[in-house]
């Protein structure tokens, strides 16, 4: 059984950068891809941008592209989600998510295991 570990969210101002963190354990790191996923109060889950076993990044959301940046460390089994520029729209409750495939789901639904979130919350 997978289990993942989100750390990193934090309360900011307009502008500042924060890195989540995604800890994985209990399953082949190596074989996983991973992704981000956000929800604010009151909507959705929103893809935010996922990182295939091998490195490659998919293309972000669109409201966070050019200022999110996802990365992995396979030594670690650790995802993270680099984050600047931080907007108030950018709110939510931050999910770390998995699949056991070569190919990383742009659709929340489509993943196999969660991490219990960490909250960010920008202020202006």
């Known amino acids: 059984q997978v289990q993942l570990v989100e750390s990193g969210g934090g309360s900011v101002q307009v502008g500042a950068s924060l890195r989540l963190s995604c800890a994985a354990s209990?399953?082949?790191?190596?074989?996983?891809?991973m992704g981000w996923v956000r929800q604010a109060p009151g909507k959705e889950r929103e893809f935010v941008g996922g990182?295939?076993?091998?490195?490659?990044?998919?293309p972000y959301g669109d409201s966070v592209k050019g200022r999110f940046t996802i990365s992995r460390d396979s030594g670690k089994s650790t995802v993270y989600l680099q984050m600047t520029n931080l907007r108030p729209e950018d709110t939510a409750v931050y999910y770390c998510?998995?699949?056991?495939?070569?190919?990383?789901?742009?659709?929340?639904?489509?993943?196999?295991?969660w991490g219990q979130g960490t909250q960010v919350t920008v202020s202006s």
């Open positions: 998510a998995a699949v056991m495939q070569g190919v990383v789901p742009t659709t929340p639904t489509e993943y196999t295991y």
């Open positions: 209990g399953g082949v790191f190596s074989f996983l891809s």
């Open positions: 990182i295939r076993w091998n490195g490659d990044v998919t």
